[in-house]
């Protein structure tokens, strides 16, 4: 779509990446939370396990603990949160929607 601009084109200071994680539910016990974690990091550095990761999501594998996973998240909501015009908590394609359509409240689209 060559006319449709980039969110960080359209949007100035947006700047999110994906990401991947493994969540667990609460209560589980630091110790588990720690080995499941190594577990999978392992898995992860794996040639196998790295090549087949990003033949499907064009992304390298990059790992982390889970205090480091809760950090990048804590990050990247203050950032949406600090780049949303809406005041909502929007992220991803439903804060570019409600951005779009909040700019487009402030500055009609000119008459063609």
């Given at each position: 779509m060559p006319d449709v601009p980039s969110i960080?084109?359209?949007?100035?200071?947006?700047?999110?990446?994906?990401?991947?994680?493994?969540?667990?539910?609460?209560?589980?016990s630091p110790e588990l939370t720690r080995r499941i974690a190594g577990?999978?990091?392992?898995?992860?550095?794996?040639?196998?396990?790295?090549?087949?990761?990003?033949?499907v999501s064009g992304t390298a594998v990059r790992t982390s603990t889970p205090l480091e996973l809760a950090e990048y998240q804590r990050h990247e909501a203050?950032?949406?949160?600090?780049?949303?015009?809406?005041?909502?908590?929007?992220?991803g394609i439903a804060?570019?929607?409600?951005?779009?359509r909040h700019r487009?409240?402030?500055?009609?689209?000119p008459a063609s």
């Open positions: 960080s084109e359209t949007v100035p200071g947006y700047d999110v990446s994906n990401y991947f994680g493994l969540w667990g539910a609460a209560g589980i577990l999978f990091a392992d898995a992860a550095k794996s040639e196998k396990a790295r090549d087949a990761f990003y033949s203050q950032n949406l949160q600090a780049h949303d015009p809406c005041g909502r908590n929007c992220s804060y570019f929607i409600a951005w779009r487009l409240e402030i500055e009609p689209a």
